[in-house]
Structure formats: structure tokens, C-alpha cells
């Protein structure tokens, strides 16, 4: 893969998602021009903070748009952590948003009882096979910082589960689209492994 664009819509720690790309073995950009998003190969949503505000951002930009042109086209995408978020119908932070709409479902508060946010280490339980995910073992730790999950409405859209005082989904797949709710950036040599999984896909 020769170019992966890292979508910048100015929220989140950008230069560590490049860094660790970089590491992965991709030709790496980060970029909010529309015109570099449009002639990426993969494509990267990463992003930290409030849905509402990520979706306002997108939108002025017209990057709403050029990445459902970019997962239609059949690019390799992948969100991180709020990217992953933002892929479905709406979400209930403070007040009701509507996101990209490119998965069916919502995205709620997590419902359990102990901390959140959820920050921390904790273990994913695949629920499919998936190239993503190819020489990690199953039950592998990765590293999270959130307070909302996503609720999708198809379980085939699921790619794994992790279990914090409740069961939540912390990855889908659908076709050439992926997201996770961790941090694969931060998860050591496992979520690096991960990476170099999305840089090979052709």
C-alpha cells in the first residue's frame, strides 16, 4: 500500500496514529484536503472527544462526504476509538447527533457500573475471523479511553467484544471498512501487528 491518508479534522492525538503506521510500513499523510482524501489508497478516521463536535467538523469540510465516496470506491478504512463511532446512524451524546450513517445503530453511554470512562487495558474476544486481526491471538489485551460504546444493529457488522462490568462491541467489519474501539496505537506490539495487517491489505 502506497498511501494511507489520516483524515485531520483537528480532533485527537494525530501524530502518534502516523507514527505507528509509519511502523506498520505505510507511506502515511495526514491531511484535511479533500483532493488527498480522494486519491488515498486506505484511509485512517482516528479522533478523540465529543461526537457531535467530530461531525460538525467533518461536515464543514465536506470530509462527511469524500469518506463515504472512499468506502463506496471500496478503499481500506479504518477508525479508531471516535472513527469508529462516527461510522454509525447517530449517537446520544449530549443530545442526539447523526452521524455518518454508514453502518446501521446508534452510540450510548456504556452501560456499567464501574469507572468511566473506561480507561485501561482489557481483552477482546473476536466474534469472526478477519484479516485485521491476523497473528493476534484471541483474547489479546488493548489499550481504551472511552465513556460511549456502539450498539449496531446487525451482529454481522461485529468483529469483537470486550467485557468491562458489561458486554460492549469493540469492533466492527463490514466488507472494507473496519473500526475498533481501542487504541491500536497505543497497544504495544499486538496493536502494531494490527497496523502492519491494515497496511498489507491491497
Known amino acids: 500500500m502506497n498511501s494511507i491518508v489520516i483524515i485531520d479534522y483537528g480532533m485527537g492525538n494525530l501524530r502518534s496514529v502516523e507514527k505507528a503506521l509509519e511502523k506498520a510500513g505505510g507511506k502515511v499523510k495526514v491531511s484535511h484536503d479533500l483532493d488527498d482524501v480522494r486519491s488515498a489508497e486506505a484511509i485512517v478516521l482516528p ?60 452510540v450510548e453511554l456504556l452501560p456499567t457500573r464501574l469507572k468511566v470512562p473506561h480507561i485501561g487495558w482489557n481483552r477482546i474476544s473476536a466474534q469472526k475471523d478477519s484479516r485485521l486481526f491476523k497473528g493476534v491471538p484471541n483474547g489479546s489485551y488493548f489499550y481504551f479511553v472511552h465513556s460511549y460504546a456502539v450498539v449496531p444493529r446487525l451482529d454481522t457488522d461485529v468483529l469483537c467484544r470486550t467485557e468491562y462490568g458489561c458486554e460492549f462491541v469493540s469492533g466492527i467489519e463490514r466488507g472494507n471498512m473496519a473500526a475498533v474501539q481501542f487504541h491500536p496505537e497505543k497497544s504495544s506490539a499486538l496493536g502494531l501487528r494490527m497496523l502492519k495487517n491494515f497496511v498489507s491489505f491491497s
Open 47 to 106: 479522533g478523540v472527544g465529543a461526537f457531535g463536535d467530530a461531525m460538525e467538523r467533518l461536515t464543514r469540510r465536506g470530509l462527511d462526504a469524500a469518506i463515504k465516496e472512499a468506502v463506496a470506491a471500496g478503499k481500506p478504512f479504518l477508525g479508531i476509538c471516535l472513527g469508529l463511532a462516527l461510522l454509525f446512524d447517530e449517537s446520544d451524546e449530549h443530545g442526539v447527533h447523526a452521524g455518518l450513517g454508514l453502518l446501521p445503530g446508534r
